[in-house]
């Protein structure tokens, strides 16, 4: 569904990703490890237009996506979640999803103004649309709620339900778990696999090698900016390279 090939970044004379190739397979939870710094944020930050390659190509759906503006590339059904939450605090749950919705709506400026039962029909689809979206991660009870009132286990939720509210096929998460307690983390997992279930392909950036291990069907890991191993749960535990660049088994077999 999704392929990287030959990816290498440059930040002035830094070589951050050198040489990065991965495939995202349709259907599957694919997870993205690896030490602090090792360049993980920044396949997200090309994969979604944020940033481009010095050199290589994306393909999303068999179609070159490689330096394609962020909006297009959510249009054609990528989206992702920030490392630093990016909710708007000051507007409840709800809108926080509808903001994200606004590409899904139809009606123009004209119907705005004279075809107001057409507008208000769309407005409610929206809005259950929207409350569908926020029971997926379970804040239906806080909808009308300013986000700034949430934990910040339960504002990294809504950040996942903005990125749902674009309709992706695909949906790339950022170290959902940072800053959860166990409990929040443990309901987190269920969250994510709830959400591949209902038959989003899921890309997963994550410290929490319990959270990895525990969901991902397929893992990547990259230590200074090179892919140096890849498999599943099972090969990565397994691998003496991955190993070593934890520093120790512990992390890994948590
Ligand atoms: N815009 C930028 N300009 C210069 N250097 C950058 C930029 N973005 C990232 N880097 C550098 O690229 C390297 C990889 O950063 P990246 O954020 O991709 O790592 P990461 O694997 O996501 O790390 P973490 O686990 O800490 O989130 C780091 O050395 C970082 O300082
Ligand atoms: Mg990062």
Known sequence: ????????????????????????????????????????????????????????????????????????????????????????????????????????????????????PKKRSEEKDLREKAFEILSIVRLTEKADLKAESLSYGEQRKLELARALATEPKLLLIDEPAAGMNPAETEELMEEIVHINGKGYTICLIEHDMKVVMGICSHIAVLNFGELIAEGSPDDIKANPEVIEAYLGKEELSA
């Open 1 to 116: 569904m999704l392929k990287g090939e030959h990816i290498t970044k440059d930040f002035g004379g830094l070589r951050v990703l050198g040489d990065v190739s991965f495939e995202v397979k349709e259907g599957l939870i694919f997870g993205l490890i690896g030490p602090n710094g090792a360049g993980k944020t920044t396949v997200f930050n090309i994969i979604s237009g944020l940033l481009k390659p010095t050199s290589g190509r994306v393909t999303f759906d068999g179609r070159d996506i490689t330096n394609r503006p962020p909006y297009e590339i959510t249009g054609y059904g990528i989206s992702r979640t920030f490392q630093n939450i990016r909710v708007f605090r000051e507007m409840t749950l709800l809108e926080n999803v509808l903001v994200g919705m606004h590409r899904l709506f139809s009606y123009s400026a004209f119907s705005m103004f004279f075809d107001l």
